[in-house]
C-alpha cells in the first residue's frame, strides 16, 4: 500500500523505514515502529536484538507485543529479493502460519554443507541474532526445522542479503488494496 501511494520509493534503495506514514490507534508509526517498537517487544534496530530501545513512547508501550516471537522475522517483507514471501495472516492461526511461514523461509534459504561441517543461512538471522538466541540459538532452531542434524555444531555463513527488488513483489504488495 505504501509503494502505490509513494511510487517515488519504488526506485529508492528501499521504503524509507523511518517515515511515519503509518496511522495506528489515532498515531503515527514508521515500519521501524512498528517491527522494532511494537512487534520486537522495543529492541534498537541495529544492536542484533541485544539492545532495548531507550526512549519508548508511551502508545509504544501500550501497543507493543509483551514478548517478542522471533518468528516474526519470516512474516515482514520489505519487496527485495532476499525478503520471505508475503502473505497474510489469521489472528486464529497466527501460531501455526508464523511456524509455517517460519520453516518455508528456512528451508528455501539455507543450505547444510557436511562434508564442509558449515551451514549457510540468510542473513536475517545474523541482523536480529539475539531475537534467535545467538548462534546456540540459531542451531537449535536449525536442528529443529530439520535443516542441520540435531546436536550437531556447524559453522555458521550468513548469505549476502540481495536488495534488488523481488519482481512481482510490488504489484503482490499493492493489488489486495486496490
Given at each position: 500500500?505504501?509503494?502505490?501511494?509513494?511510487?517515488?520509493?519504488?526506485?529508492?534503495?528501499?521504503?524509507?523505514?523511518?517515515?511515519?506514514?503509518?496511522?495506528?490507534?489515532?498515531?503515527?508509526?514508521?515500519?521501524?515502529?512498528?517491527?522494532?517498537?511494537?512487534?520486537?517487544?522495543?529492541?534498537?534496530?541495529?544492536?542484533?536484538?541485544?539492545?532495548?530501545?531507550?526512549?519508548?513512547?508511551?502508545?509504544?508501550?501500550?501497543?507493543?507485543?509483551?514478548?517478542?516471537?522471533?518468528?516474526?522475522?519470516f512474516a515482514l517483507n520489505c519487496g527485495a529479493r532476499s525478503c520471505p514471501a508475503?502473505?497474510?495472516?489469521?489472528?486464529?492461526?497466527?501460531?501455526?502460519?508464523?511456524?509455517?511461514?517460519?520453516?518455508?523461509?528456512?528451508?528455501?534459504e539455507s543450505r547444510y554443507k557436511k562434508e564442509e561441517h558449515l551451514v549457510e543461512?540468510?542473513?536475517?538471522?545474523?541482523?536480529?541474532?539475539?531475537?534467535?538466541?545467538?548462534?546456540?540459538?540459531?542451531?537449535?532452531?536449525?536442528?529443529?526445522?530439520?535443516?542441520?542434524?540435531?546436536?550437531?555444531?556447524?559453522?555458521?555463513?550468513?548469505?549476502?542479503?540481495?536488495?534488488?527488488?523481488?519482481?512481482?513483489?510490488?504489484?503482490?504488495?499493492?493489488?489486495?488494496?486496490?
Open positions: 500500500k505504501l509503494l502505490k501511494e509513494h511510487r517515488e520509493f519504488v526506485s529508492a534503495w528501499g521504503l524509507p523505514f523511518s517515515k511515519r506514514l503509518l496511522r495506528i490507534a489515532g498515531r503515527k508509526f514508521s515500519l521501524d515502529d512498528m517491527e522494532h517498537g511494537i512487534l520486537r517487544h522495543s529492541r534498537i534496530k541495529w544492536a542484533m536484538g541485544y539492545l532495548p530501545k531507550l526512549r519508548i513512547s508511551q502508545a509504544e508501550r501500550l501497543l507493543r507485543v509483551v514478548q517478542a516471537d522471533y518468528k516474526i522475522h508475503i502473505s497474510f495472516y489469521e489472528p486464529e492461526k497466527i501460531d501455526a502460519q508464523l511456524d509455517l511461514a517460519t520453516r518455508i523461509y528456512l528451508q528455501a543461512v540468510p542473513r536475517l538471522l545474523h541482523w536480529y541474532r539475539h531475537d534467535f538466541g545467538g548462534i546456540t540459538g540459531i542451531r537449535r532452531l536449525l536442528g529443529h526445522y530439520g535443516l542441520i542434524p540435531v546436536g550437531t555444531h556447524p559453522r555458521i555463513k550468513f548469505a549476502r542479503y540481495d536488495w534488488e527488488q523481488r519482481p512481482g513483489n510490488f504489484q503482490l504488495l499493492t493489488s489486495s488494496y486496490e
